[in-house]
């Protein structure tokens, strides 16, 4: 009987394997075709962590299509400036493009809400939320009349709240800052009575240094070290309360996109997928190397923004986010996913994630 089942399934296999073969021929998946593309990203090139994460990408992506697909990368400013990726990729002058969705507020003010909250969800929340909780769908529908399709290609985990040339004791000392921080983190300071900025990462170093600004976010120890902040700031405080989880995405022109047959979109999904944990186990590994390295071989005096100062931030941060949510009918549908994400995270994490925090110390 066992042997009888077992042929006779391995004819209904057989038929299947066939069908499919039919299909081959009939070209609705041609092996053969061969696709260049190229990428351009709004970090300056071979930037470590968030430079590499596009290269990544391009080489996993190359390895698993056998090389049908290959994918040039273009640093912020060698096709088009960091800036004007979003309409590039729109536009098909490129593929693809690596970098942050708050960015692009300018396009679409909601795309605010995919790259992090302020007091919103950490890194491990955001994928969560995107992946197994309805934001990526969100996000493609956003980003639909731009003919684009997001997908989620790395996190920083939690940053830094930045490089500050003045102290932070209390909220006057946030009155007339011009600080470099852009997305919903930059409204909250805005509303605080700074002045908050949006420039690309290149340009930072030299802001800080002729005081063309006082304070810039940028990422964490990793990332900061490497821009070479320590020389030009004089104080690194923390928590970073307006990105404690931001995700960078990975856009790709729609019409090239669906050019594209079956096997070779999943390998850019699943290379998506692969590059966006991928840099978060980067980060995850060399932030830590790197701060012993900015306190005990460059004497970075590093500080924790007063409690009251957070507090009043949070405040003046829920009021920013609700303040979007009204501003269009999927600004509201986003928001309300991401607070009811949150919501239901914070429950559990309180008695796992920050639980178990707590118990390590003790
Ligand atoms: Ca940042």
Not at 123 to 132: I, K, T, V
Not at 190 to 196: D, P
Request: glycine letters at 10%; one cysteine or more.
């Amino acid at each position: 009987m066992r042997i009888i089942i077992t042929a006779i399934m391995a004819l209904a296999l057989a038929g299947c394997g066939s069908k499919t073969a039919v299909s081959d021929s009939e070209g609705a998946l041609d092996t053969q075709q061969s696709f260049k593309w190229k990428l351009v990203t709004t970090w300056p090139k071979n930037y470590p962590g968030l430079g590499s994460a596009p290269e990544n990408f391009a080489n996993r992506v190359a390895a698993m299509s056998g090389g049908r697909l290959t994918i040039k990368v273009f640093g912020a400013g060698q096709l088009v400036p960091a800036f004007e990726v979003f309409d590039a990729v729109s536009q098909g002058t490129a593929q693809v493009g690596h970098g942050a969705s708050y960015y692009w507020t300018g396009k679409t003010k909601a795309a605010a809400f995919f790259t992090s909250v302020p007091f919103g969800l950490n890194a491990q929340e955001m994928n969560g939320w995107l992946h197994y909780g309805g934001g990526l769908e969100l996000w493609r529908e956003l980003y639909e009349p731009f003919n684009l399709v997001p997908f989620a290609a790395g996190s920083t985990g939690v940053q830094m709240a930045g490089w500050f040339n003045r102290e932070i004791n209390s909220m006057d000392d946030i009155k007339g800052l011009k600080m470099r921080i852009p997305g919903l983190g930059g409204d909250v300071i805005t509303r605080a009575g700074g002045v908050s900025v949006t420039m690309p990462g290149g340009e930072l170093y030299t802001s800080m240094q002729t005081g063309v600004i006082d304070a810039t976010e940028w990422v964490g120890p990793y990332n900061d070290l490497a821009f070479g902040f320590h020389q030009v700031a004089k104080y690194y405080y923390y928590p970073g309360w307006h990105e404690p989880g931001p995700i960078l995405e990975l856009i790709v022109n729609k019409d090239a996109y669906a050019s594209l047959p079956k096997d070779l979109q999943a390998i850019v999904e699943g290379a998506a997928r692969a590059v966006n944990q991928d840099m978060l186990d980067e980060y995850t590994a060399r932030n830590n190397s790197a701060l012993v390295e900015l306190v005990e071989t460059h004497g970075v005096d590093v500080r924790k923004l007063p409690d009251d100062v957070v507090a009043e931030l949070r405040r003046l941060s829920a009021e920013v986010v609700e303040e979007l949510a009204e501003d269009t009918e999927i600004s509201r549908r986003i928001a309300e996913s991401v607070k009811a994400f949150q919501k239901q995270a914070m429950t559990y994490h309180e008695i796992s994630e920050e639980a178990y925090y707590r118990a390590r110390r003790q």
